[in-house]
C-alpha cells in the first residue's frame, strides 16, 4: 500500500517590517535636521500707528449705528425713521465716515424685503462695515 504525502503548504512570503521602519525613521531624523526654518516675523509688513496717531484714535472711539428693522418699519439708534428719511440719515453717514461701523438687526417678524432693502441703501452709499444680526 502506497502512503499519500501530504503536500506542505510553503509559508507565503513577507516582507520584513523592520528595516522599512527603520528607513523611514532616517528619512524623517534627515529631513529634519536640514530643513532651514524661515524667520515668518522678520517678513510681515506691519505698520504701526505714531504715537500721536494712537491718542486721536483712542479719543476718536467709533459709535456703532444700530439699525432696527421690524414688520412695520425702521429705527436707526432707537429713533423710529421712513425709509425716505434713513436713505437720507446714510448719505450723510457715509459722507462723513464710509468705514463706520452698522448693526443690522432684523426681528422673526420681519419681512425679508425691508432688510434688502437697508443693505439696498447701504450698498448705494457705500458703506461697507456692516452686520446683520437677526433676534427671534
Keep these: 500500500m ?17 528595516p522599512m521602519i527603520d ?14 526654518p524661515r524667520d515668518v516675523l522678520a517678513h510681515l509688513d506691519v505698520f504701526r ?10 479719543q476718536e472711539k467709533p459709535k456703532m449705528i444700530r439699525i432696527l ?12 425713521v421712513d425709509v425716505s428719511e434713513l436713505d437720507r440719515l446714510l448719505t450723510r453717514l457715509a459722507g462723513i465716515d464710509r468705514n463706520q ?12 424685503e425691508r432688510l434688502v432693502r437697508v443693505l439696498d441703501l447701504c450698498a448705494k452709499n457705500r458703506l461697507v462695515n456692516l452686520s446683520v444680526v437677526s433676534t427671534y
Excluded at 504715537?51 to 486721536?56: G, N, V
Aim: net charge positive; hydrophobic share 35%; with cysteine.
Design 2 to 18: 502506497a502512503r499519500k504525502r501530504r503536500k506542505s503548504e510553503a509559508p507565503a512570503p513577507e516582507l520584513p517590517m523592520t
Design 49 to 58: 500707528p505714531s504715537p500721536d496717531q494712537r491718542q486721536q484714535e483712542q
Design 23 to 36: 528607513v523611514v525613521f532616517q528619512l524623517l531624523i534627515y529631513f529634519l535636521v536640514t530643513i532651514q
Design 101 to 112: 461701523t452698522i448693526l443690522i438687526t432684523c426681528t422673526a417678524a420681519s419681512q425679508h
Design 69 to 80: 428693522v421690524f414688520p412695520d418699519g425702521y429705527t436707526i439708534n432707537d429713533r423710529p
